[in-house]
């Protein structure tokens, strides 16, 4: 969140503007969904806004007024009272952050949170915030649930059915101010603006050999985006919701840490709007309904997978992935240091990705490896980081993946996907031949921390010692060939790292040529 003085700032500037506009006469402003964090207001969709194109923030057409009228603090300073309810309603509570104060309300249930809520209206605001009731209603209905436009109204809704309408009624606050709460608001209503979707500076191949695609891409660990090998899957042509609906009928699916039918998740996914929508992310989707098995194929150019080797024994591989606009994955590297490819069936996602070498900006992993920090939701790091990347000197490679389209996330690499609209797709995770990918692998397998790291497997500790025997088993001499090869190439002259392949040394200019 951008300082006050910041927001006051720009506040005051656009003030400014508009007194110089009234004097002159010469134009009307007109209405629009463009605005700033810092000038918005619980009726930003009554009150027209001057278009601005250096600085802002935009809002979904559709964005509502905060519910609970809720405005950043910098509003604060233009106010004609330096009246807060937020601190007045907390009493001695008020010098603890908004953070520490939801934190210590998501120990309460929720008739706890009810009946604080009627302690005060500051209370109140902060009782009703979504996320606490959203926790509420994942943590007690895994089972699966109604979303009733709301999270308080569905949880209320499951349990006391006589009040399910009281669940949605929302009291409006005045005077409340907190750039927390606010920022929740903002990041589920804001517009992904032109100039974080326009930076395009992955490789396109199209129809290449999987010599070329080896060759090229996978040895140097290159990302890559693969357009016209989806062009034979039955999924392509198929897979919309009416289509996934008829064919999954009651079967349901992985989403966050509940199971939904998928007539119920698309409930969700069309009346929700927050930070972090849910994400339909199911690794078992091919044995819940085998016909969707059926619909796709490997592209040609990842067929060798030797963590096929384990059979039923193999980790997590392959996932359906659905969600609305504004859902995705923050950043992350995929589990057991393999590679992975990610195929958009219906929809287009934005892919910011950084080398192995580089830790993304707001992103702080743990020296193991186990844990990773990052801001809360995809859109506030585009929102307080993305910026930033542009001063860089090994800027992020980034694109917009399209449906039909295919991109190659190499192992190691930072990446982070937004869904830019409703969308389908189906990633898959897999260990080639080639030296660095499974010696990456097999290092990864046997670090000390393995029971934390290694994931989509219950036997986390001895699936170094599986795997590495079955490799041996099936494909006898293959690791000692590997391990040759690379003792080759850390004997040769250093190669040149990635961005130095891609950069003119004399003008340190980029130069996608590879």
């Given at each position: 969140?951008?300082?006050?003085?910041?927001?006051?700032?720009?506040?005051?500037?656009?003030?400014?503007?508009?007194?110089?506009?009234?004097?002159?006469?010469?134009?009307?402003?007109?209405?629009?969904?463009?605005?700033?964090?810092?000038?918005?207001?619980?009726?930003?969709?009554?009150?027209?806004?001057?278009?601005?194109?250096?600085?802002?923030?935009?809002?979904?057409?559709?964005?509502?007024?905060?519910?609970?009228?809720?405005?950043?603090?910098?509003?604060?300073?233009?106010?004609?009272?330096?009246?807060?309810?937020?601190?007045?309603?907390?009493?001695?509570?008020?010098?603890?952050?908004?953070?520490?104060?939801?934190e210590i309300l998501g120990f309460l249930d929720a008739t706890r949170?009810?009946?604080?809520?009627?302690?005060?209206?500051?209370?109140?605001?902060?009782?009703?915030?979504?996320?606490?009731?959203?926790?509420?209603?994942?943590?007690?209905?895994?089972?699966?649930?109604?979303?009733?436009?709301?999270?308080?109204?569905?949880?209320?809704?499951?349990?006391?059915?006589?009040?399910?309408?009281?669940?949605?009624?929302?009291?409006?606050?005045?005077?409340?101010?907190?750039?927390?709460?606010?920022?929740?608001?903002?990041?589920?209503?804001?517009?992904?603006?032109?100039?974080?979707?326009?930076?395009?500076?992955?490789?396109?191949?199209?129809?290449?050999?999987?010599?070329?695609?080896?060759?090229?891409?996978?040895?140097?660990?290159?990302?890559?985006?693969?357009?016209?090998?989806?062009?034979?899957?039955?999924?392509?042509?198929?897979?919309?919701?009416?289509?996934?609906?008829?064919?999954?009928?009651?079967?349901?699916?992985?989403?966050?840490?509940?199971?939904?039918?998928?007539?119920?998740?698309?409930?969700?996914?069309?009346?929700?709007?927050?930070?972090?929508?849910?994400?339909?992310?199911?690794?078992?989707?091919?044995?819940?309904?085998?016909?969707?098995?059926?619909?796709?194929?490997?592209?040609?150019?990842?067929?060798?997978?030797?963590?096929?080797?384990?059979?039923?024994?193999?980790?997590?591989?392959?996932?359906?992935?659905?969600?609305?606009?504004?859902?995705?994955?923050?950043?992350?590297?995929?589990?057991?240091?393999?590679?992975?490819?990610?195929?958009?069936?219906?929809?287009?996602?934005?892919?910011?990705?950084?080398?192995?070498?580089?830790?993304?900006?707001?992103?702080?992993?743990?020296?193991?490896?186990?844990?990773?920090?990052?801001?809360?939701?995809?859109?506030?790091?585009?929102?307080?980081?993305?910026?930033?990347?542009?001063?860089?000197?090994?800027?992020p490679i980034e694109c917009v993946c399209k449906a039909g389209e295919?991109?190659?996330?190499?192992?190691?690499?930072?990446?982070?996907?937004?869904?830019?609209?409703?969308?389908?797709?189906?990633?898959?995770?897999f260990v080639s031949r080639c030296w660095r990918n499974l010696l990456?692998?097999?290092?990864?397998?046997?670090?000390?921390?393995?029971?934390?790291?290694?994931?989509?497997?219950?036997?986390?500790?001895?699936?170094?010692?599986?795997?590495?025997?079955?490799?041996?088993?099936?494909?006898?001499?293959?690791?000692?060939?590997?391990?040759?090869?690379?003792?080759?190439?850390?004997?040769?002259?250093?190669?040149?790292?990635?961005?130095?392949?891609?950069?003119?040394?004399?003008?340190?200019?980029?130069?996608?040529?590879?």
């Amino acid at each position: 969140m951008p300082p006050c003085r910041d927001l006051l700032f720009q506040i005051r500037k656009k003030r400014k503007k508009r007194k110089k506009r009234k004097k002159s006469k010469k134009s009307a402003p007109t209405k629009h969904n463009s605005t700033s964090l810092k000038q918005l207001s619980p009726q930003h969709q009554q009150k027209p806004e001057e278009e601005d194109t250096e600085e802002g923030f935009s809002l979904r057409a559709s964005a509502p007024s905060h519910k609970y009228g809720v405005q950043p603090l910098g509003n604060l300073y233009l106010s004609s009272s330096s009246f807060n309810s937020r601190n007045s309603g907390l009493g001695t509570l008020q010098n603890l952050t908004d953070e520490l104060i939801l934190e210590i309300l998501g120990f309460l249930d929720a008739t706890r949170l009810g009946v604080l809520a009627c302690v005060s209206k500051s209370f109140y605001v902060f009782t009703n915030h979504e996320p606490l009731w959203r926790n509420l209603v994942l943590d007690n209905l895994v089972g699966g649930f109604l979303y009733n436009g709301s999270w308080k109204s569905t949880y209320v809704a499951s349990f006391y059915p006589a009040f399910a309408s009281v669940g949605s009624l929302a009291l409006n606050v005045r005077d409340f101010y907190s750039d927390y709460l606010f920022q929740s608001w903002l990041c589920a209503n804001l517009e992904m603006k032109s100039e974080w979707l326009e930076r395009d500076n992955i490789t396109r191949r199209k129809g290449i050999s999987v010599e070329d695609f080896v060759l090229n891409f996978e040895v140097p660990n290159k990302p890559v985006l693969l357009e016209g090998c989806l062009d034979n899957w039955v999924a392509l042509e198929k897979w919309d919701r009416d289509y996934l609906i008829e064919t999954c009928g009651d079967a349901k699916f992985s989403v966050g840490p509940v199971e939904l039918k998928l007539e119920d998740y698309f409930r969700y996914s069309d009346l929700v709007r927050e930070e972090r929508p849910l994400y339909l992310f199911d690794p078992k989707f091919g044995e819940k309904v085998p016909k969707l098995g059926l619909e796709f194929d490997v592209p040609v150019y990842f067929k060798d997978d030797l963590f096929s080797v384990l059979g039923s024994e193999r980790p997590d591989y392959r996932w359906i992935i659905i969600g609305p606009a504004g859902s995705g994955s923050s950043f992350h590297i995929d589990p057991n240091s393999t590679s992975a490819w990610n195929a958009v069936i219906k929809g287009s996602k934005k892919w910011v990705l950084f080398p192995p070498e580089v830790v993304p900006p707001g992103v702080h992993p743990s020296l193991d490896g186990a844990e990773v920090a990052c801001p809360v939701s995809i859109a506030e790091w585009f929102m307080n980081f993305y910026g930033a990347t542009k001063r860089w000197e090994k800027k992020p490679i980034e694109c917009v993946c399209k449906a039909g389209e295919v991109i190659f996330v190499p192992n190691g690499w930072w990446h982070l996907v937004i869904n830019l609209e409703d969308s389908i797709a189906i990633t898959q995770n897999f260990v080639s031949r080639c030296w660095r990918n499974l010696l990456n692998v097999l290092d990864f397998l046997k670090k000390p921390n393995a029971s934390m790291l290694v994931s989509g497997t219950r036997d986390r500790v001895n699936l170094y010692e599986k795997f590495r025997k079955a490799i041996e088993d099936t494909f006898p001499g293959t690791i000692e060939q590997l391990m040759s090869k690379a003792e080759e190439k850390k004997s040769q002259q250093k190669k040149l790292t990635f961005w130095e392949s891609v950069s003119d040394s004399n003008v340190g200019a980029f130069k996608f040529s590879f």
